[in-house]
């Protein structure tokens, strides 16, 4: 029998990273992701004991400390990232970490550049950092976090990267020939 070896390869690598003026997009690497999806009448509990072990709070938005982040994906379901999951009693934990890409986009304008591709006001008054939404973007669904002042963490499908490079570094180009 044949000795097979698969080698793990990250999504959208010739694509990225790509700089546009001031503005750069690149491939994240967001550690282990696990979904927490709290059972009815759990969140609170699964906080508390998502808080206890790793200092992070399920909440409305995004939150990171330490390496590790949660990102509010829906109602009433969250993506760890960056570490193993806790056990969390009250709450199904699926491990998502070959399921998503992460891009990153940085600069002065991820209002500029956001807002060629989704139906949201992104501005630093509008959508502060901490602040996490999921909405479409050119037929893909994508869950965006303010995670600095000039930081935006865009998360997509693992199947959808190379679309979301080309999409994202297409209004890019058009920002920075303004």
Do not use: C
Request: zero cysteines; aromatic letters at 4%; hydrophobic letters at 50%.
């Amino acid at each position: 029998m044949a000795d097979i070896t698969l080698t793990p390869v990250a999504p959208a690598t010739g694509a990225l990273p790509v700089t546009r003026g001031a503005m750069t997009l690149s491939l994240a690497e967001p550690g282990p992701l696990t979904s927490i999806a709290p059972f009815r009448g759990q969140v609170e509990a699964t906080s508390a004991a998502l808080k206890a072990t790793t200092g992070l709070s399920l909440g409305p938005g995004y939150a990171a400390a330490k390496g590790r982040a949660v990102q509010w994906i829906g109602r009433d379901l969250w993506l760890l990232s960056g570490t193993t999951a806790p056990d969390l009693p009250g709450a199904a934990l699926t491990d998502q970490t070959d399921a998503w890409v992460t891009l990153e986009l940085t600069g002065p304008d991820i209002a500029g550049v956001m807002a060629r591709l989704v139906p949201l006001d992104l501005r630093d008054t509008a959508f502060p950092e901490g602040r996490a939404v999921r909405t479409e973007m050119h037929g893909m669904m994508v869950a965006l976090a303010r995670t600095g002042p000039e930081n935006l963490r865009i998360m997509a499908f693992r199947s959808m990267a190379g679309t979301l490079a080309a999409t994202i570094g297409e209004a890019m180009e058009s920002v920075a020939a303004l």
